[in-house]
């Protein structure tokens, strides 16, 4: 018996041709970035990070210089009328004070850093970037200064700017940076075939993920985007939702806890996002002290794998793991 054709609706058989190619205008598929595809992380390839572990963590430690009277900045009040001396100064004690009482802390308890800093800091206090770099911190580029913010920039300037910075800290340093993450996150359409093209492995300009993205470029050269948390960083929760520091020690200590909850099925990335000028005031690293205790515990216990995110590249490479995030 020859099956009958599906029933049409009325109202859609009386619509001409044409017309219902007019209603559907506006409902095409909204506009993608291209950089990756839609990837399910229970579908992708099973791996483990080195000695098993199911979650890497890393720390981000963003050490940032400003303009004075001028240009961006996070605040801690609203400014007044006049020269701005208060939430410069506020941001200036990071650099002081806040980023030594840091690194004591990551120094007792062996916690290595992904170092994210302008090169601004060269100029206005070098000891920071070269006490970075001489406990093993791996250096990332964070743009120039944040007072300023790229994503408006046409690419000559963005070019020169990733060059600077690049050619900078390994002129101060030694090591060639591989990673970057932008000012404020802030993204010109181009940024990540700019950095592909000036040398640059991975961003840290994207959240979208629990696991390292192979973002496509326009010259095909490799660029990996490493998870970087906007949820565990202490700008948007402290600074922004207003968080009292102990509750956002205690989103470190539940975030990392879910994960491990997580990684049986799938391997996960965490980052821990720090700024000396907020986590490096007296009563907040009180706080977080015991949170990055408990980081170290799981590591101590062989948990997690406590890296940078250049590791992390390194890893996903050396397995020819492609996730399409």
Known sequence: MTPMPAAVPQNEALVPPHEAAERARGFEPPRSHGRFGYSAIVDRPHYRWPNGAGVAVYIGFNVEHFAFAEGLGSQLAPSRDGV???????????????????????????????????????????QVVHALAGRGDELIAHGHTNAHSQGAWEELRERALLRHCRDRLRDATGTTPRGWLSPWIAESAVTPDLLAEEGYGYTLNWCHDDQPTRLATRSAQPLWSVPYPQELNDIPAIAARRLDVAAF???????????????????????????????????????????????????????????TPGAIVDHVQALDVEQRA
């Open 84 to 126: 701005d001396v208060l939430n410069y100064s506020w941001r200036e004690y990071g650099n002081r004070v806040g980023v030594w009482r840091c690194i004591a802390e990551f120094d007792r308890l062996a916690l290595p850093t992904g170092a994210i800093v302008n090169t601004a800091l060269l100029d206005h206090c070098p």
């Open 249 to 307: 020690a205690r989103m470190i200590v539940d975030n990392l806890d879910e994960l491990l909850h997580d990684a049986g099925a799938a391997p996960r990335v965490m980052g821990i996002a720090l700024h000396p000028y907020l986590i490096g005031q007296p009563y907040r690293l009180r706080a977080i002290r015991e949170a990055l205790e408990h980081v170290a515990r799981t590591r101590d216990e062989g948990r997690i794998w406590m890296t």
